[in-house]
DNA sequence: TAGTGGTCTAGACCACACT
DNA sequence: GTGTGGTCTAGACCACTAA
């Protein structure tokens, strides 16, 4: 099989499972470090389903007990697994097997007004016109002299779960309705899908940060945990005017925890790209 | 003024000295861990310029000393800087500041061999043909009953570094000069560029892992360090076949320390976007 | 109230990079 | 050598959860 790195999740490894105390020890002259081995090893029993899914992970204590390590290896080794969308930990439970990650497409504000899917919730936290910083008007395409961009902060519901802090710029004047419709969102109605608008490509990046203190808690996480941080650039192009431009330049953080980051326009390819389930 | 923590212990509070840089101190009532508040501090003293990009950093004793903390707080603060982006720790020497993360885009194997870059070079490590498993073949969309694959592992290295773990997977009969491409790579030549071929979108996701004991030091990175892990399947048709189909389905591997993913097929961007610390 | 994860301390030894 | 980051220990107190 390919790369070391991710085995397959959820592989039914075959038989044998040394259930509780039969682990493979750890070997300290080995030169790779105990954190990690101890990471290796419980990926594999929980690979092995050794523990069901939603139900209880070996406490902190009891893995220092077994493989007679101190607590400072096994957090090292539980936040490998945490980041890996393996396991969570709760503060004053314990850790819990977790489900694959959610995947989620990438979109802006324009995207979601546009199609307002079911699923869907917007938050909206700010809304004004203001005037854009330099890097903003760049990827935006703006003309040297100042004009206005509506300027929106909100948090994206999925299934009802907060999901992403969007932070999204938008030239007012290609997007004029933008402003009202979000208005109406902040006023609980439902604004109306905009017409004359054709969304064309947009363009993705992601990067690694962690969450401050202001964003974790929105999402559920805690300052410090890892983050996924996009920056968006829709294009598209209104009736009137036949070029494809910027309409909007977006923020997007995800928790890396549990979400995988879908990032084409289209191909829902009628298949879920399973979570680890790396081939 | 007692600390609510470590109480017992007479710790040498030395209120002589906020030293040097007349840092912030730590407020250690405040709720917020020790190690966030000693990271955002280090990360404004970085953004105002207090040491030079390539250059030094201070000291883990050093830090230590001047905000009294232990290591262990010291590291886990270094930790989301490195995670950040905006250091780098190289062991027995120190940590020094870092460029900005490059921009890196994601493609495939196809995709490189039929643009063929200047600055990129493929050093393949495996290529062959293999059926497919079925989370592949479900990906590559292909009949049920089993075809061959050409698949290709290699490390793709931008601008001579070492820069993404690739794990490609192409149905033989689609894309038939692949395999002797790739083994004229591996023999040191130069394949010519596929003609009969127009590639269209790519789907791509992306998710947080870390790196294993193989692949962190192919990319110069340690097993553990935190990685981007993307899947992308690859779009296009030959002339041959009037309808676009799956082309290729590849891993992609990244370390999430340096690069940021760029997941378009445009948007050169020219510029870093600002403030990469979340809110 | 007992147990959990979250944080922190004050040590220690190592491999490695410098000089 | 000396100093660095990398790892590890054996404690401790906290806030939180659940019986």
Redesign the interface.
């Known amino acids: 099989m ?5 085995r397959g999740r959820g592989r039914p490894k075959q038989s044998s499972d040394v259930p509780l105390t039969g682990s493979r020890a750890l070997d300290r002259n080995s030169g ?2 105990l ?2 081995q101890l ?1 290796t090893a419980l990926r594999e029993k929980l690979d092995a389903g050794a523990w069901e899914p939603g139900s209880s992970f070996p406490t902190e204590r009891e893995i220092a007990e077994e493989f007679g390590v101190s607590r ?1 290896v096994i957090r ?1 080794a539980l936040e ?1 697994l945490v ?3 393996v396991i969570v930990l709760k503060k004053g439970s314990g850790a819990f097997v977790t489900p694959p ?1 959610r ?1 989620i497409e990438a979109f802006g504000l324009i995207k979601a007004l546009s199609d307002q899917p079911d699923n869907l919730t917007l938050a909206v936290r700010t809304a004004r016109e203001e005037l854009p ?1 330099a ?1 903003v008007a ?2 935006l395409d703006m003309s040297p002299q100042p004009r206005p961009v509506t300027h929106v902060t909100a948090v994206i519901h999925i299934e009802g779960n907060p999901t992403c ?1 969007l ?1 999204s710029y938008s030239p007012a004047n290609r997007v004029p309705w933008l402003l009202p419709a979000v208005q109406e969102l902040q006023a609980g109605a439902k604004p109306p899908k905009p017409s004359e608008l054709i969304l064309s ?16 808690p929105q999402l559920g996480a805690s ?2 945990d ?4 996009g ?1 968006l ?1 829709q ?1 598209g192009r209104t009736k009137a005017s036949e070029q494809a431009r910027p309409l909007e330049f977006a923020h997007l ?1 995800y928790r ?2 549990n ?9 829902p ?1 009628a ?1 879920q ?2 979570g ?4």
């Open positions: 390919p790369h070391p790195i991710n790779v470090p954190y990690f990471a400072t090292r490998l980041n890996d969308g990650r995947q910083d890097a760049r990827f802090l932070d490509r947009a363009a993705v990046s992601v990067e690694l940060t962690f969450f401050g203190r202001w964003g974790g300052a410090g890892p983050a996924l941080l920056h650039v294009f953080v890396a925890d979400t995988q980051l879908a990032l084409s326009g289209a191909e390819s298949s790209v399973p680890s389930q790396t081939p």
